[in-house]
């Protein structure tokens, strides 16, 4: 299955590839009706410490903990990628507490989100991947 890496090596920290995935889960066909004096809520978070950046998703892990913690049932397993029925999500962060990751977290009405590769929006494939000036960010499969 395909999945998104990132080279760190090559992130400069420009955060474009949270607003790329803010926009593409949006539900806008414009990104600047999408994003303009938005509260951006990405799938996706950049993360830096001592002059290295990293952008942090669900690595759809084949044995997830998320899936494994989550009381509710809101998470599954369909073909390889962790998705989330956010009307079966309670709130509870114990997936947030399991993930090795830091890759969920939840939205503005603190029902949980996460990457799920850009299937469950009109792109199809990760905007991120897409967005990325420095080609830091691929999906692929390895």
């Known amino acids: 299955m395909k999945r998104v890496y990132v080279n760190e090596q090559w992130c400069l920290g420009c955060h ?3 607003f790329y995935c803010a926009y593409a889960n949006s539900g ?3 990104m600047v009706k999408a994003l ?5 809520r990405p799938r996706i978070k950049v993360e830096e410490k001592d002059g290295i950046s990293f952008a942090v998703n669900c690595r759809h892990c084949t044995e997830p903990l998320c899936v494994k913690s989550c009381i509710a049932g809101a998470l599954t397993q369909v073909d390889g990628l962790i998705v989330i029925d956010q009307s079966k999500c309670v709130g509870c962060f114990s997936c947030i507490m399991a993930c090795p990751y830091g890759a ?3 939205n503005e009405n ?8 850009c299937t469950t929006n009109s ?20």
């Not at 603190?110 to 590769?117: D, H, I, N, T």
Request: aromatic letters at 2%; hydrophobic letters at 35%; a negative charge.
């Open 104 to 106: 969920l977290m939840p």
């Open 36 to 40: 303009k004096d938005a509260i951006i």
């Open 123 to 142: 792109h199809g494939t990760p905007e991120c991947v897409k967005g990325c000036p420095n080609k830091a960010i691929v999906f692929e499969e390895r």
């Open 16 to 18: 474009l590839c949270e």
């Open 110 to 117: 603190g029902v949980m989100q996460k990457c799920e590769l």
């Open 28 to 30: 806008e066909e414009n």
